[in-house]
Protein backbone atom coordinates (compact mmCIF):
# COMPACT_ATOMS: atom_id res chain seq x y z
CA UNK A 1 0.00 0.00 0.00
CA UNK A 2 2.97 2.36 0.91
CA UNK A 3 4.52 1.82 -2.20
CA UNK A 4 1.48 2.37 -4.85
CA UNK A 5 1.48 6.05 -2.39
CA UNK A 6 5.03 6.68 -3.00
CA UNK A 7 4.99 6.04 -6.59
CA UNK A 8 2.13 7.76 -6.61
CA UNK A 9 3.12 11.22 -4.65
CA UNK A 10 6.79 10.49 -7.13
CA UNK A 11 4.61 10.57 -10.28
CA UNK A 12 2.54 14.12 -9.05
CA UNK A 13 5.84 15.52 -7.98
CA UNK A 14 7.11 15.20 -11.35
CA UNK A 15 4.53 16.43 -13.39
CA UNK A 16 4.25 19.63 -11.12
CA UNK A 17 7.88 20.08 -12.01
CA UNK A 18 6.59 19.54 -16.01
CA UNK A 19 4.39 22.39 -16.05
CA UNK A 20 6.61 24.33 -13.77
CA UNK A 21 8.79 24.97 -17.05
CA UNK A 22 5.56 25.46 -18.70
CA UNK A 23 5.05 28.63 -16.68
CA UNK A 24 5.71 32.15 -17.17
CA UNK A 25 4.86 34.09 -14.15
CA UNK A 26 7.98 33.90 -12.04
CA UNK A 27 5.42 33.85 -8.61
CA UNK A 28 3.20 31.01 -9.36
CA UNK A 29 6.30 28.87 -10.76
CA UNK A 30 7.83 29.61 -7.31
CA UNK A 31 4.36 28.38 -5.68
CA UNK A 32 4.27 25.47 -7.49
CA UNK A 33 7.89 24.61 -7.36
CA UNK A 34 7.23 24.59 -3.11
CA UNK A 35 4.58 22.25 -3.85
CA UNK A 36 6.04 20.00 -5.77
CA UNK A 37 8.85 19.82 -3.18
CA UNK A 38 6.82 19.16 -0.47
CA UNK A 39 5.14 16.62 -2.42
CA UNK A 40 9.17 14.77 -3.06
CA UNK A 41 9.82 15.01 0.46
CA UNK A 42 6.33 13.07 1.13
CA UNK A 43 6.58 10.16 -0.90
CA UNK A 44 10.14 10.31 -0.31
CA UNK A 45 9.40 9.68 3.55
CA UNK A 46 6.45 7.20 2.55
CA UNK A 47 8.64 5.03 0.38
CA UNK A 48 11.88 4.98 3.00
CA UNK A 49 8.90 3.97 5.27
CA UNK A 50 8.61 1.21 2.87
CA UNK A 51 11.87 -0.04 3.38
Known amino acids: MELIVGI ?3 A ?3 ILMT ?3 LIKDI ?5 V ?3 AILI ?3 ALF ?3 KVR
Not at 27 to 31: S, V
Open 12 to 14: VCL
Open 46 to 48: VLM
Open 8 to 10: FLT
Open 19 to 21: IEM
Open 27 to 31: ETRLK
Open 33 to 35: IKI
Open 40 to 42: GFA
